[in-house]
């Protein structure tokens, strides 16, 4: 673990308003749409899991998708109706930055900057990530190293940014029952290696619905200080990610059992 | 998931003596040295684990090794230490089988017999342990997907023999920061796909000492039915898997822990 | 690369009647169905290869299977069977042995006795082929690292038997594009570590009819010291491994081509 | 293989000047230093280079590195080296692009542009490179599966650029004794499955340099299009790579062995 010079494992708290992400607080709990899809789908989103009871609302609308024929998110469209839904009911919002060019955009609307498994590599994002005055999330890319994720959140840090949590969300593996392989043991390596908060991902991480409940369970009691999960009104009518979405019920349902 | 005649999911319990294995029991804990080195380490362990608090005493004595020149257990006379040991403390024993000329001692004198990761596709080894009126202990291959584990489980109960419990134990991945990853998404899946019992051994999973107590909590949290974990009295000093292996002091803390 | 004590990359040739696998010889061409199905199978595709030009006949009898309920092998009438077309033609034989039970047969009838990918981690299965007067044929484990599948040689180096045959069979990776990834660096790799020939199956590596040829030529062109190869009379009606088998006039087109 | 609606298979030849890459034509031999250093050192490479007989120059000046503290290359400084270099000796160049940002200057300068292996996944620069008149080089990403590969060169076909040429650099296994698994058969399959050429990269296949002789061979035997190999002056002496580099007179002996 050669060349951490800032993130030498100093604990820290990464702070959204009232929010706070790190080991002497309780676990954050962020749900919401893979994708913002419609401006009702979002606001009858965020209604339900205001109730339910959330700390922070998810929406991505700029969507990274293997295809370039699938949806590719709403685009500002989009993170306007997320941003209008999280006011209304009074949460912060989530989403994902994929392209340098939409900085100005994201860093206006969202209250914590995503970046996705896909872009860890992504040095330039990085690099410019450190020059902004909000905190990242910064997901483990599917084959990452520990020590390359370790690097990653030490881009944005060297370039002025150490607001980083970041998030666990399955590797790739040989098998494929499960959409990726939760590493559950990079929790505590991340939280001891970093000293930065560390979040979960079961949805991602595992691609199906009846596996977010152990899973969520297994995060916390490692010590995962928030947990990240796929809620949609109507799971099966989701233009991405339905087979590991959460309705309304199913979320309360796993909140309560937590 | 085709072919599964036998264990087609209906729950089942495994008993050996009092202690029981399974979603109406409370976790079963197993404990011990990676292998049984001499007459004094495992009766000096046994008592200690036996105060602490242990269900079933943990040893090898037939070891399967990577290089043909390392240390290849005490055979047949590790087993009977272990025995003696087990019976002094009145504990059943656990102890690895790697080939059915032992099949015959093997079965006098343990309680429940393992079989090891580099055997669970051994399909010979695997049949014959149908003939066996012991519970078997099937560890996950190193690369088994869930198909391939579930089927050496068929193999066994097609066999003869439905008293099986499964160890997750961590599998191959790309990172060698741990040993192995420990795919706990395994153990709902594979108490759902075969109704059996699923252990969880996060000593071999990680290999690192200090990350035995948060995955052995994680575990539990997502229902493991029990968990393995080596105990060596002097770690430092161990023949085999010494950085792995927590001392009694350590252990003690873990399980007050749990 | 500890503990080479016999295998330490002097070159060796390994000579099976007047066939020789070693640096200084032609490649040596192994083809035959994966699994021996009737007297008639065999016998067809013996008769076929031989006018083609192979040097050794390949058939399974005793067949690993992930289920317990396919088509587990002929057995010892196979074995009778490969036998008897094998002289019928001339041929040398190699099949798999997958349990000490059959050694004595096995190394009765076989010219080359095979260890299965799925047993190169069986220690006991490998001491036992260190007593035995016949070259082994030592697949790659689906997961086994580099030092682990020397060291599997090693181990029946070390109990007497130094005429041992590698082949690199593919490794298991994230994609099922292909059945396994050939790691064709393997065979200079091992070469140069072991001085041992190394044939390559690009059969079981690819499962795919179509990337044999390529692939082939591939494994010839880095220095492979043969080609094991699934020839079957009609391969959309084996009984296993149809997708990845070449018909006769397949072969030879393949033959010609190299 | 879903969603292909331009690179259906259709063969297609990439042109850069003379410089033809494509079925019905000679391997291309790109060659030259992982990164460039100095004027100096990418002169004196240029000429060697040309004399043994190179087609493209290969030179990174924008480097992703693991590590934020690690030499990130010379920019554009050492683009305009990298051009007169080339246009002493005559040979079209070939460099790395990591950013949008650096879009303009990289298509002035360079005949063929890299995608590198990290930024497979970057959705928003393989957009921005639909609508590049340059041919693009698409390294798979160490962890993309072949579907995933050829979707991202379908993003760059479906916004307006179908001059890709493929490069496969080995993806990410489980054994660390070469730096990557080199995936052959990837050859053939991307060749069917798009239509486009594909080049192998085996120096960062293997990070050995003793195997990239054999490895080079290999590739051309199973058909590919191309080989790129770093060459710089000195080995031990450079900033990146050095392990997997070969000086120049290896690189002459590896060229006539071809």
Chains 1, 2, 3, 4 share one sequence.
């Not at 990079?186 to 000293?195: L, R």
């Amino acid at each position: 673990m050669a060349d951490k010079k800032i993130l030498t494992g100093e604990k820290r708290t990464v702070q959204v308003g009232k929010i706070k992400f790190g080991e002497d607080h309780p676990p954050v709990y962020i749900a919401g749409p893979c994708a913002v899809e419609s401006k009702q789908q979002i606001m009858e989103t965020a209604a339900a899991l205001k109730e339910i009871g959330v700390d922070v609302l998810r929406g991505g609308v700029f969507k990274p998708r293997t295809s370039p024929y699938a949806f590719q998110g709403l685009g500002r469209e989009g993170l306007e109706y997320l941003k209008e839904a999280a006011e209304v009911v009074g949460l912060p919002i989530i989403t994902e930055l994929m392209d340098e060019s939409h900085m100005e955009v994201v860093s206006e609307y969202a209250d914590i900057i995503q970046v996705g498994s896909r872009n860890m590599f992504n040095y330039s994002l990085l690099k410019s990530l450190g020059n902004v005055n909000k905190p990242i999330f910064l997901k483990r890319g599917m084959c990452a190293t520990i020590n390359e994720w370790i690097m990653a959140a030490e881009y944005i840090a060297a370039h002025g940014n150490q607001d980083i949590i970041l998030c666990e969300r399955g590797i790739r593996g040989f098998d494929n029952y499960t959409r990726n392989t939760l590493d559950l043991a990079a929790v505590p390596i991340m939280q001891k290696e970093t000293g930065l908060p560390v979040v979960v991902d079961p949805s991602h991480a595992t691609g199906i619905r009846e596996l977010i409940a152990p899973m969520s369970k297994a995060a916390l009691a490692c010590g995962a200080n928030g947990l990240m999960i796929e809620v949609h009104p109507n799971p099966s009518c989701a233009l991405s990610d339905g087979p590991q979405s959460l309705n309304f019920q199913e979320y309360q349902q796993l909140r309560q059992s937590l």
